[in-house]
Structure formats: structure tokens, C-alpha cells
């Protein structure tokens, strides 16, 4: 079986562009997360989404969105991006909320240069 | 405001070695708690989940400890070998939010 698979591993872009990462989920997983994480640091939450709601949301500023679809693949979005957002954006499933179906599956991850 | 810190930030240690890393975190009424493994410029790849109503999980060489009331788990590694190489990260969910807190890892490097 598939496990979460991210799109594209790597991009460069220049500041004040926009970017769309895309996620797939483990097969019959109805939840995805998206955590960005900085060279040398944990993973930060930036947002959960549970049958294509938003179920939570980090602290990251409005420039940040994501959304999941129909069949529980998800993109995350950036705008006007800034130096600062380069880093590893790592998405994950699970197959609900909670219990032992709330353990957490990660992906290869994107990851983001912005020069 | 749920925060974790892992001990110590980075360890090297001669292969077959057994070896404790410890993760502390703030909030003890949490959901429950993951560690995970990191390979360099890679996703993370799941280790152990430990429910808050449990003490300890096991998988393999790995064994993961749970102490809520003390705000602590302990991942231990038996017999290590040089591809236990990497960084070790833990996360907690607490009864509040539906996302895990991180810790900022564990690099371990095995030596032959």
C-alpha cells in the first residue's frame, strides 16, 4: 500500500510568490495535517483537516491555507511568500481523530527554498 | 501552552550500546504521545503511540515509557546499531487540540 505521498519534493521560489503543495493520504485515512519544520527544529502544527473540515489551526498568519477534497487528498497554500517560510513542510494522515486510529503518518515532505 | 523538550539534544554512542533518550513535556493531560524517527532531509517515520491510559509500548529493540504524572517518556534502545543513526523526535496531543507538539528531536549517531 501507498503511504502519504507529497508533491513536488523540491521547489525554489522568489519572495512575494505564491505556492501549492499537494497531498495524498494513506488509502482509507480521513484526516491530513500539514507542519512546517525549520532546519534544526521540531515540526510545527499548521493546520488539521477531518472529512474536509477544518478541525485545527497553528499559529501561522493568514498567508497560510489549505484545504482537503472529496477524496481526502489536500493542498496547502502559501501567499506572498517571505524568506522565512523556506523549510520542510511535511504533510500527515491518520485514519480519524483520535484513540490508536489518531496515530500520525508522514510523508517525504516538500521542500520550500524562497529566495 | 503545551511545551516539550527533549534530553539531550544529541548523543554518539559506540555500537551495541543501550542507550535512554528522554522527552519531557509541560501539560500533563495529554491524549496521548508518539516518537518518531527522522532521517536526514527525510519525512518522519513512526516509532511507538502510547496512549495516555498506558505505561509502555514496545517494538522490537524499541521500548517507549509513559509517565503523565511526571510529565515524562523515555525511549529505549537496545543493542544499537549504526542504522539507528538518526533524529529522534517525540510529540504529544493533548485533551484540548487535535494537533501533536513536537520536540525538537535527538540526533543519535551509532558509531561501528
Known amino acids: 500500500d501507498a503511504g502519504v505521498t507529497q508533491s513536488p519534493t523540491h521547489l525554489i521560489k522568489t519572495r512575494g510568490q505564491h505556492v501549492t503543495l499537494r497531498c495524498s493520504p494513506i488509502s482509507g485515512h480521513k484526516s491530513v495535517s500539514w507542519y512546517q519544520q525549520v532546519l534544526g527544529q521540531g515540526p510545527q502544527f499548521i493546520f488539521q483537516y477531518y472529512e474536509k473540515e477544518e478541525r485545527g489551526r497553528g499559529n501561522f498568519p493568514d498567508r497560510f491555507s489549505a484545504r482537503q477534497f472529496p477524496n481526502y487528498s489536500s493542498e496547502l497554500n502559501v501567499n506572498a511568500l517571505l524568506l522565512g517560510d523556506s523549510a520542510l513542510y511535511l504533510c500527515?494522515?491518520?485514519?480519524?481523530?483520535?484513540?490508536?486510529?489518531?496515530?500520525?503518518?508522514f510523508g517525504e515532505g516538500s521542500r520550500l527554498t524562497v529566495l | 501552552k503545551q511545551e516539550v523538550t527533549q534530553i539531550p539534544a544529541a548523543l554518539s554512542v559506540p555500537e551495541g550500546e543501550n542507550l535512554v533518550l528522554n522527552c519531557s513535556f509541560t501539560d500533563s493531560a495529554i491524549y496521548n504521545l508518539q516518537w518518531f524517527r527522522q532521517d536526514p532531509g527525510k519525512g518522519l517515520t513512526s516509532l511507538l503511540l502510547i496512549q495516555s491510559s498506558q505505561r509502555e509500548q514496545t517494538s522490537g529493540r524499541l521500548n517507549a515509557s509513559l509517565d503523565k504524572s511526571s510529565g515524562r517518556s523515555t525511549l529505549y534502545i537496545a543493542a544499537s546499531q549504526p542504522g539507528d543513526s538518526a533524529t529522534y523526535l517525540c510529540a504529544v496531543r493533548d485533551n484540548y487540540g487535535q494537533n501533536f507538539v513536537f520536540g525538537p528531536g535527538t540526533r543519535l549517531s551509532v558509531l561501528p
Open positions: 500527515a494522515s491518520s485514519l480519524e481523530l483520535g484513540g490508536r486510529t489518531g496515530e500520525l503518518f
